[in-house]
């Protein structure tokens, strides 16, 4: 999945960034791994944030790692598998994370000639995800998204100039009917949705499968095609 950013909280931005769920793929298949960095090269992003991988497994080239997840019990971590990574073709800072940092990675994105950006890279929990256990299915989705939003707000309060994109695997769709995901998560996700009125009009954008789509007042929505 990839979106053109050409607006984030009323400022001019020029960035194509894509997300991409690799599925565990093997690193030591090495066909498998040029087959994927040739597909990459055709979306020609500056930022990809990549989910179910490894620290060895890259974009093209010119990208570079930016930020990871911390290891993970439930990943082959010392082997370099990482619930999130993020590449980026231009300088970048990693952020230390605290809500749940071994599915999470952030980075401050500093484009050319234009503002930073931040990149915030995210798996959230599927309905038989254990990484909660004994919460669960719905529960834990609702659990992992409130302290990930919280942590969405400290940072965009911590960096009051600077947009905050939100990408990876939420594995939650808001669609009416033969949705992904939970009932609840759905209702949680719908009222995500909404703007607070006390909250700046600042943009959030989301990409990846949809929990909420938020954008500045100032532009609709550009076009979303869930892959």
């Known amino acids: 999945m990839q979106r053109d950013a050409s607006l984030v909280d009323g400022g001019p931005l020029a960035?194509?960034?894509?997300?991409?769920?690799?599925?565990?793929?093997?690193?030591?298949?090495?066909?498998?791994?040029?087959?994927?960095?040739?597909?990459?090269?055709?979306?020609?992003?500056?930022?990809?944030?990549?989910?179910?991988?490894?620290?060895?497994?890259?974009?093209?080239?010119?990208?570079?790692?930016?930020?990871?997840?911390?290891?993970?019990?439930?990943?082959e971590s010392a082997a370099g598998e990482r619930w999130t990574t993020i590449w980026s073709r231009h300088p970048a800072q990693a952020l230390?994370?605290?809500?749940?940092?071994?599915?999470?990675?952030?980075?401050?994105?500093?484009?050319?000639?234009?503002?930073?950006?931040?990149?915030?890279?995210?798996?959230?929990?599927?309905?038989?995800?254990?990484?909660r256990a004994p919460v669960t299915g719905g529960d834990a989705f609702i659990a992992s998204l409130a302290a990930q939003s919280e942590e969405w707000r400290d940072l965009r309060t911590k960096h009051l100039t600077t947009g905050l994109i939100v990408a990876g695997d939420f594995n939650q769709d808001l669609a009416e009917k033969h949705y992904y995901g939970s009932g609840r998560g759905r209702r949680t996700g719908l009222l995500a949705r909404r703007r607070s009125p006390q909250e700046p009009?600042?943009?959030?954008?989301?990409?990846?499968?949809?929990?909420?789509?938020?954008?500045?007042?100032?532009?609709?929505?550009?076009?979303?095609h869930p892959r």
Not at 213 to 220: A, K, Y
């Open 96 to 131: 230390t994370l605290a809500a749940e940092p071994d599915r999470t990675a952030a980075a401050l994105i500093t484009p050319p000639n234009s503002r930073p950006i931040i990149v915030y890279g995210t798996v959230l929990p599927w309905l038989s995800d254990q990484r």
């Open 15 to 75: 960035l194509r960034l894509a997300t991409w769920n690799l599925a565990r793929t093997n690193p030591r298949s090495t066909a498998r791994i040029q087959t994927l960095q040739s597909h990459m090269a055709t979306i020609n992003a500056d930022i990809w944030i990549l989910t179910e991988t490894w620290k060895q497994i890259a974009p093209p080239p010119e990208h570079h790692l930016v930020a990871t997840s911390t290891p993970a019990p439930d990943r």
């Open 201 to 224: 009009e600042r943009s959030l954008w989301c990409l990846g499968r949809s929990i909420l789509e938020r954008l500045s007042p100032t532009q609709p929505p550009p076009p979303y």
